[in-house]
């Protein structure tokens, strides 16, 4: 019975043997798996996007009184370009206007003189040959108007004066009968009906072509005499010739 019962203990003791390294291994496999887990990091946050600076209003200090006085009011900026001047022409009389070139028309120019209205509309310096156009209109009663070009002149603006070489009325087809004695030639005659205009036309000769203005040009009609004039006198001063 001796050797059957330490054979029993022999097994016995083996068997607890291989439990209890059977034990430690299983806690060395758990214990090496606990130190080789791999951690996943969790993503970072999205930063938030910074807000847009918001730009600081300008503001315009008012400039400190001086002396007790009252507030100044803020100085205006000065452009980094300023623009340029403008440049004007100022004729004698002291009003800016353009000179006029080519074709172009100047404004007409106005004279009233009792119940009349004279416009003259251009003067046109063709060579040394000059033309004047002037509408008059009667705002009176009918009458008959007598122009001679001998009471009709032109001064230039070196002072020299020139006398009209010939005048016509309405186109020169006057219907007003004229007494005309020896070789004396009529003068231009037209009967002006209330607020119709009718043109009359001066001619002078021998302007120089450089002429840029008539510093004045006068129409007149001779009072009383043979023909009754009334007197009529109208004039046009800083008047600008054009070309043709």
Request: one cysteine or more; charged letters at 20%.
């Amino acid at each position: 019975m001796e050797p059957v019962r330490e054979g029993i203990f022999t097994k016995i003791g083996v068997l607890i043997t291989a439990v209890g390294v059977l034990i430690a291994a299983v806690a060395l496999v758990a214990n090496w798996s606990s130190h080789a887990r791999i951690t996943v990091p969790s993503p970072a946050p999205l930063a938030a996007p910074e807000p847009s600076p918001v730009p600081t209003p300008v503001t315009h200090q008012l400039n400190p009184p001086r002396n007790g006085g009252p507030i100044e009011p803020p100085s205006a900026p000065v452009p980094d370009h300023p623009a340029p001047p403008l440049v004007e022409t100022t004729p004698h009389d002291g009003n800016p206007e353009r000179e006029p070139t080519g074709n172009a028309a100047p404004e007409t120019l106005q004279e009233r003189v009792d119940n009349h209205v004279l416009d003259l509309k251009r003067c046109t310096l063709s060579g040394t040959s000059l033309e004047c156009e002037i509408l008059i209109t009667n705002q009176g009663e009918d009458r008959t108007l007598y122009l001679s070009p001998s009471n009709s002149r032109l001064i230039d603006e070196e002072g020299t004066e020139y006398s009209a070489s010939s005048l016509t009325l309405g186109g020169g087809g006057s219907h007003v009968r004229m007494m005309v004695f020896g070789n004396n030639k009529p003068p231009a005659a037209s009967r002006l009906a209330t607020g119709i205009s009718v043109k009359a036309v001066l001619s002078f000769e021998g302007i120089p072509s450089g002429t840029k203005r008539a510093a004045l040009i006068e129409i007149q009609e001779t009072r009383g005499g043979f023909y009754g004039g009334r007197g009529l006198k109208a004039q046009f001063r800083n008047v600008p010739l054009t070309r043709p």
